[in-house]
């Protein structure tokens, strides 16, 4: 059974930083795009960041310059780490891996919660 495990979200100040972590399971993601989501409430979910199989990595504008995604395909997580994070990076942050041949192949976190005070 594949399975992605989502930890590491919290409660931060305005100008913190929280580093999300995705531990894998039940099969090899190396052929697969790995990234994260968000979703605010009452807003859709967005693509936030992803290291896409055999692509180039990918940033949402929001959040360039200040997110960094990290991958290791050794042991198949993926890291989010945010810094200067704003109040409106507050949402349920997903990890989701999705086969970059086979898109029925889609799979996500539980999601863990990021909240940003002023």
């Known amino acids: 059974q594949v399975q992605l495990v989502e930890s590491g979200g919290g409660l931060v100040q305005a100008g913190g930083s929280l580093r999300l972590s995705c531990a894998t399971s039940g099969t090899r993601f190396t052929q697969y795009h790995m990234g994260w989501y968000r979703q605010a409430p009452g807003k859709q979910r967005e693509l936030v960041a992803q290291?896409?199989?055999?692509?180039?990595?990918y940033y949402a504008d929001s959040v360039k310059g200040r997110f960094t995604i990290t991958r290791d395909n050794a042991k198949d997580t993926i890291d989010l780490h945010m810094n200067i994070l704003k109040p409106q990076d507050t949402a349920v942050y997903y990890c989701?891996?999705?086969?970059?041949?086979?898109?029925?192949?889609?799979?996500w976190g539980q999601g863990t919660q990021v909240t940003v005070t002023v």
């Open positions: 290291v896409p199989y055999m692509e180039a990595t």
């Open positions: 989701n891996a999705r086969h970059s041949r086979d898109y029925t192949r889609d799979f």
